[in-house]
């Protein structure tokens, strides 16, 4: 059975290549975080080396051992921590796909597929991407290479071009809410939450379950945005700063955080539009109905989602992080209390 939730369409399109016999080399599984790629993969890896009679059975050996991540054949090449700082290194580097070049001409020890999950496409530096390109061009015979990156367009063009690309698409909130509740036996009321926060995102759902402070941290943000909105230039100035220094040690981090401030303007815009049930933060709902609001056009709010979309481009694009965020603030429209 697929461990994978609701990903109907993508599981049809890899079952029907296996059957063909038209299974390709390399696959680039496409979504956002959390959205579920890491376990599709593993179903992949499960189906190429199931023994039972329905694969992925999950129950064979191969399967036990690939979900105990104990199986020969498959091999997860992720970043890596920097051992000085003890950091997680920016990219995955050259050394690490020399080892997959190396091991990948190396028959299967055990199965029947030998596969590389590459857990971050976008992040190969570019050496590492061009010493990847040679194993592609020419990939051994029992090879599959399985990689998971958030945007297409951020992975190298070349790269894209020989993989078959697999959309892993967020879920329906009810899809998640359901899940929560009838597989990991979640209360009602915290599955509706987490399955709104959760943006369509279950592994996201799931780590917010066991981990209370992420919940706590979303509200906090959200508070921090509120306050934002109607505050002048020395507190936004602060936050710049402090994205600014976030965005050195972690620039994912500070991605984040934009990509948040980004849905509370979309919320904002739901709850001003009568439609507050499509809002994400529907806990915040009541916050964003105020009159203060009232003082916002439009097209004031749509434009502020856009500047930090932006925002986020700008910075993966390597702008001076101080900077861009420093225009940002600038830029984003000021609420005036009523
Ligand atoms: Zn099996």
């Given at each position: 059975m697929w461990q994978v939730l609701g990903q109907d369409k993508a599981i049809r399109f890899l079952e029907s290549s296996l059957k063909r016999g038209g299974l390709a080399h390399a696959y680039l599984l496409v979504g956002p975080p959390h959205v579920?790629?890491?376990?599709?993969?593993?179903?992949?890896?499960?189906?190429?080396?199931?023994?039972?009679?329905?694969?992925?059975?999950?129950?064979?050996?191969?399967?036990?051992?690939?979900?105990?991540?104990?199986?020969?054949?498959?091999?997860?090449?992720?970043?890596?921590?920097?051992?000085?700082?003890?950091?997680?290194?920016?990219?995955?580097?050259?050394?690490?796909?020399?080892?997959?070049?190396?091991?990948?001409?190396?028959p299967p020890y055990e199965g029947k597929f030998k596969v590389f999950i590459i857990d971050g496409a976008e992040l190969l530096s570019t050496d590492a991407a061009n010493c990847?390109?040679?194993?592609?061009?020419?990939?051994?015979?029992?090879?599959?290479?399985?990689?998971?990156?958030?945007?297409?367009?951020?992975?190298?063009?070349?790269?894209?071009?020989?993989?078959?690309?697999?959309?892993?698409?967020?879920?329906?909130?009810?899809?998640?809410?359901?899940?929560l509740v009838d597989r990991w036996a979640v209360g009602p009321a915290q599955a509706r939450l987490l399955a709104h926060l959760s943006q369509g995102c279950l592994g996201w759902a799931l780590q917010a379950k066991d981990k209370p402070e992420l919940l706590q941290q979303r509200v906090d943000m959200a508070e921090r945005f509120r306050q934002l909105a109607g505050s002048g230039y020395e507190p936004r100035f602060a936050f710049a700063a402090e994205l600014a220094t976030q965005h050195e040690q972690s620039p994912e981090q500070v991605s984040h955080v934009l990509g948040l401030w980004g849905l509370w303007w979309r919320d904002l815009l739901m709850v001003r539009g009568g439609c507050p049930r499509w809002s994400v933060n529907i806990e915040q709902v009541d916050k964003l109905s105020k009159s203060e609001y009232a003082s916002l056009s439009t097209s004031q709010i749509t434009g502020s989602i856009r500047r930090l979309e932006a925002t986020v481009q700008h910075l993966r694009r390597n702008a001076n992080p101080r900077l861009a965020l420093e225009a940002l603030m600038l830029e984003l429209p000021r609420v005036t209390s009523a």
């Open positions: 579920g790629k890491m376990t599709l993969a593993c179903d992949i890896a499960k189906t190429l080396n199931c023994t039972g009679d329905n694969p992925p059975c999950g129950q064979c050996p191969a399967c036990v051992r690939v979900t105990s991540g104990k199986y020969a054949d498959v091999a997860s090449v992720g970043r890596v921590k920097d051992e000085k700082s003890g950091r997680l290194k920016r990219d995955i580097g050259i050394d690490q796909m020399r080892d997959v070049q190396k091991a990948a001409h190396l990847f390109l040679k194993t592609l061009e020419e990939p051994p015979p029992h090879i599959v290479f399985l990689l998971l990156a958030g945007k297409e367009s951020d992975v190298l063009p070349t790269v894209v071009s020989r993989c078959q690309r697999v959309e892993v698409r967020p879920l329906p909130p009810e899809r998640i809410e359901a899940a």
